[in-house]
């Protein structure tokens, strides 16, 4: 063994020794010379390594005894590789259908009242094209293609206030107040059966507002400006404005940021049987988070569940499987290991969506830019696949969010604040396809596809 490569040894204090080593010389870490010697004594290393033959070697300017201890070389054992993110266990079915916000923004009584949430039904997609605005970047000032997210966003309608209280195992609700008029549409929520119901749903509770002018609905709202330290709204989406053929809302509760206890209250009761809009609660070029289920794929291998790798073309009983599932002791399956189950249908929150466009549904020209020659609607030719026209105001999103068309999306503001150039940075939009998602469209517009094709013979039959 030559001394350069026994110096490089010795300093990294990482080496194997031998029987033919022992007349070699070598630097030790303070540059003295020495020289093995009794390379028989066997001692046991401190971290838990097998037992291994050390090498003594003599100083010859201190005469000081040095002991260097050779290390194994490095065995990794690969058994059971997951591919996926073992953060997400267990991978079963969501519990409920609708996003849950399990965290909402940090209040701070400094800023203005304002509600945190809202809720959506997932269109579709397009595709939209802009000039990046990006300094230093290559694509800098030039045309950029991505797609984008259509949530339409019927305006939501607030029907109740409750305040929290902070105990020592977290928030607990004191009361709830809830508006005098309430519609079918949230009735519906509390019933199993509707149609065999006798619809009598908050009919004493409606009382209430005419009994004594209301003094019991003043008295709980005067105790949650005295004793709670957190408002929310209840609100409901009007589900009978969408595609859906669904008649039953959905109904979540909306915090209430900014300002005192007092403020929130009378700005919580100063919305009931009101509309809430989209424009009211997110605004354009902001940062905002999406919380929905995915979509179901039902029972999956670990192969497309996991993404494992296949194993090769002739292996027995099969190639998309988790060869070694564990060791025999512990004579169990890890929960590591990769295994087949439910795929999809999961609780998911998708962080950062920047929004891009916020359109209001009576507006004719609500995808039109000023690029655009004709005004145009956000709904493609043919409608969204799978889900139909949107005619209420929308939210655009860059990117894609969980969750299948018509499925329920709870968006929420983000949970920081955000200083990166892409969060801050200005959208202005050049185009907006509306061409047809059924194939490939070639126009963007009915009116366009007529003055291209001119009169065609389906159009004489019909006015005929």
Partial sequence: MSTRLLKS????????????????????????????????????SSDN????????????????????????????????TV????????????????????????????????????????????????????PGAKMHKKEVVEAVTII????????????????????????????EHLSDELKRRFYKNWYKSKKKAFTKYAKKHSESSGSSITRELERIKKYCTVVRVLAHTQIRETPLKQKKAHLMEIQINGGSIADKVEFGHGLFEKPIEIDTIFEQDEMIDVIAVTKGHGFQG????????????????????????????PSHVQWTVARAGQDGYHHRTSANHKVYRIGKGKDEKNAATEFDVVPKQITPMGGF?????????????????????????????????????????????????????????????????RQFLGTLKKDLNASS
């Fill in 152 to 179: 339409e966003t019927p305006p939501l309608i607030a029907i109740g206030l409750v305040g929290y209280i902070e105990t020592p195992r977290g928030l607990r609700s004191l009361t709830t107040v809830w508006a």
């Fill in 385 to 449: 696949v799978k889900y139909g026209e949107v005619k209420n105001d929308y939210i655009m999103l860059k990117g894609s969010v969980p969750g299948v068309k018509k499925r329920v999306m709870t968006l929420r503001k983000s949970l920081w604040p955000h200083t990166s150039r892409k969060a801050l940075e200005k959208v202005e939009l050049k185009w907006i396809d509306t061409s047809s998602k059924f194939g490939h469209g070639a126009y963007q517009t009915p009116a366009e596809k």
């Fill in 302 to 329: 670990v192969t497309s569940r996991w993404g494992t790798k296949k194993l090769p073309r002739k292996t027995h009983k099969g190639l998309r499987k988790v060869a070694c599932i564990g060791a025999w002791h």
């Fill in 49 to 80: 390594l097998p037992d291994i033959k050390p090498a003594r070697c003599l100083t010859e300017n201190s005469k000081r005894l040095v002991t260097f201890v050779a290390l194994p070389p490095k065995i990794e054992f690969k058994t059971n």
């Fill in 83 to 134: 591919q996926g993110s073992l953060a997400f266990l267990p991978r079963k079915r969501a519990a409920r259908h609708r996003g849950k916000v399990k965290s909402f923004p940090k209040d701070d009584p400094k800023k203005p009242v304002h509600l945190t949430a809202t809720m959506g039904y997932k269109a579709g997609m397009t595709t939209i094209v802009r000039d990046l605005d990006r």
């Fill in 9 to 44: 040894l010795v300093v990294k204090i990482s080496f194997r020794v031998s029987a033919e080593s022992e007349s070699a010389k070598i630097f030790s870490l303070d540059a003295a010379p020495c020289t093995f010697s009794d390379p028989t004594l066997i001692v046991r």
